[in-house]
């Protein structure tokens, strides 16, 4: 069987949190307001093999385990669109834009042969899957997969340092293992999401000052954003809260 899927530029898909590898975070810290996603996957789950590898897993106190995907991502709402989405739903840095959105819809952390289950679009979307778009999965396999084994490899290379974090954090948020046992019970997309600065912590980045410098009016511009709606009150808390976080950063000599 095969599958037909082009992408038309309606910009649906640019809207809300963008998962990143850690190249494409650091290449767009003064654009995206950045949090660390987490989205833990049970045993058993289809892809909980794959997420092993690219993310880590975790022990609960029943001895179970979780597999955990572990991603710096664009935090905004899901109705906030992507700040580099133009008013012509184009992208403004199309020519160097993140792997993940040449790689869209097909998506790393699922196993290849599920892949076409992503190819059906979403609610909206405008996406082409008519016979007479390009044939993209076949067999159980991608077709045209440069950008899609480049992904890959650029979370491969990331995994010592996303263990790193998990390790840190595991360690001083003692609450973490509960937050994430919780999120499995979700019906759909649970999450836990924590800060960059954080990351910047754990990690040791050399380059935390600047970061956070850049990262500062982003977070103050989306605190004005999410003030008035109670439906962003956990992204306006979030914001807020990283800002001072961030300015204590910047100020570190």
Not at 3 to 11: D, E, I, L, S, Y
Not at 32 to 37: E, V
Not at 81 to 100: G, V, Y
Request: proline share 7%.
């Amino acid at each position: 069987m095969e599958n037909h899927f082009q992408c038309t530029a309606c910009g649906k898909c640019c809207y809300g949190q963008l998962p990143l590898s850690l190249e494409d975070a650091l290449a767009n810290i003064g654009m995206f307001p950045l949090a660390i996603i987490w989205t833990p996957l049970k045993q058993g789950a289809k892809d909980f093999s794959l997420v092993s590898k690219l993310g880590t897993t975790i022990k609960l106190p029943n001895r179970t385990e979780l597999a955990v995907i572990i991603v710096p991502s664009l935090y905004v709402p899901p109705t906030f669109p992507c700040p580099a989405l133009t008013e012509n739903n184009l992208c403004s840095i199309h020519a160097n834009k993140p792997s993940r959105c040449k790689t869209m819809p097909f998506y790393p952390y699922r196993e290849e042969q599920y892949q076409a289950e992503l190819l059906i679009p979403r609610k909206e979307w405008a996406c082409d899957i008519s016979t007479t778009a390009p044939v993209v999965f076949e067999g159980k396999k991608i077709v045209s997969r440069t950008d899609f084994d480049h992904e890959k490899h650029e979370l491969l290379l990331q995994v010592p340092t996303i263990r790193t974090y998990a390790n840190y954090m595991l360690k001083y948020s003692p609450l973490l293992v509960n937050s994430l046992a919780k999120a499995t019970s979700q019906k759909v997309g649970g999450q836990v999401v924590t800060s960059l600065s954080s990351f910047l912590t754990a990690t040791r980045n050399p380059n935390a000052k600047e970061i956070a410098r850049q990262q500062l009016p982003l977070l103050k511009e989306y605190i004005n954003k999410t003030a008035t709606k109670a439906e962003f009150a956990e992204f306006h808390k979030n914001y807020t809260s990283w800002a001072k976080e961030m300015d204590y950063l910047s100020k570190i000599d």
